[in-house]
């Protein structure tokens, strides 16, 4: 029964220190810290993105960083034509709102997510991660080669995205906006997770023949579950781009998709907050080991290796286990 309290108010100090990040970073004079609490937001929505096919659905895709890439190049590309004053294909203008660009780039990724999901999902086990990386890879390469978008250097966004009486150009507004998009997601996720729809998933992810047996269809599940994953990806894809003022083709590298992975495994597979805690791991431990060595992914890969020995389920395990925890 105290388990059940506690969490909850767990939660609410969490969002409560979330807040006041900011305002403690700026007064003890780290100010970097606000914009290494971006990243974390930001790249735990995409990390739990992932989870929600990988740790519910189990299916493995190295291929999650197509829709981040493709977020992120909708909110690039749709400024570079508002900047120029020229229509996309001649039809669809240009725009600097954010509350235009964000759906737009949920719709972008959530159609690529479709189609991706349509081939790939045919197959299953090795062949559905080598399609997902193949087609993911296969986009990257198309980026690189569109000059008119920056090609290899990437696509420059002079100024994020503006939303009605906020001043985007403060880091800190920045954050907040991001804070609140990732609480949002959040909300939906657990409301997900908790419905019928995942548990068929979980189903499907044990056994997908005793489900058809029931008559339910495997396929259209799995499908469905890939589109919302890949929708929260190229969210957090066009976040990024807002934050960075930058799309690049490494958005769309399947070593994307990898860091994605590893911070799933991190915070711990198949649970609603443990990507979250994944990423803002990995985002220290790269900012910490980076600022000793170069070779950081050295001593990354040892920690992670450590993790998947050790913990049985991430980080977030290990925190269930503690004293007064069940």
């Known amino acids: 029964m105290a388990h059940s309290y506690m969490r909850p108010v767990l ?11 900011p305002s403690v970073a700026q007064a003890s004079g780290y100010n970097a810290v606000t914009s290494l609490a971006t990243r974390v937001l930001i790249y735990g929505i995409a990390a739990a993105s992932l989870n929600f096919v990988l740790g519910y659905g189990g299916m493995v895709s190295f291929g999650h960083a197509a829709f981040f890439g493709i977020g992120g190049y909708v909110v690039g590309i749709l400024y570079q ?16 709102q954010m509350l235009i660009t964000l759906p737009a780039a949920l719709l ?3 159609i690529l997510a479709a189609a991706i999901g349509a081939l790939s999902l ?8 080598m399609i997902t990386l193949a087609l993911a890879q296969m986009l990257f390469f198309l980026f690189v080669s569109l000059k008119t978008y ?22 800190h507004t920045i954050y907040y906006v991001c804070l609140a998009v990732t609480v949002a997601f959040f909300a939906l996720l657990y409301r ?7 548990q068929i998933l979980v189903g499907l992810r044990q056994s997908e023949r005793r489900m058809a047996a029931i008559g339910l269809s495997p396929y259209r599940y799995k499908l469905v579950a890939f589109i919302i994953s890949g929708m929260g990806c190229g969210l957090a894809g066009a976040l990024m781009a807002n934050f960075l003022r930058y799309a690049s083709p490494d958005m769309l590298h399947w070593t994307k998709s990898g860091e994605f992975m590893v911070m799933v495994i991190l915070g711990g597979v198949g649970t609603l907050f443990g990507p979250f805690i ?15 060595t170069e070779h950081w992914q050295l001593g990354l890969g040892l920690i992670l290796l450590l993790v998947v020995l050790y913990t049985q389920g991430g980080v977030q395990a290990v925190f269930s286990r503690l004293p007064g925890r069940r």
């Open 11 to 21: 939660l609410i100090a969490l969002l409560v220190a979330l807040i006041a990040l």
């Open 81 to 96: 034509h508002f900047a120029l004053e020229e229509p996309l294909l001649g039809l669809i203008p240009g725009t600097n």
């Open 150 to 171: 920056g090609g290899d250097d990437g696509l420059i966004i002079r100024r994020t995205n503006e939303l009605p009486g906020l001043n985007m150009r403060d880091k």
């Open 278 to 292: 994944g990423a803002a791991v990995f985002i220290v431990l790269e900012s910490l080991l980076a600022s000793w």
């Open 108 to 110: 972008v990724s959530g």
């Open 122 to 129: 045919r197959t299953g086990g090795v062949q559905f991660i």
């Open 192 to 198: 997900l997770v908790h419905s019928r729809f995942a």
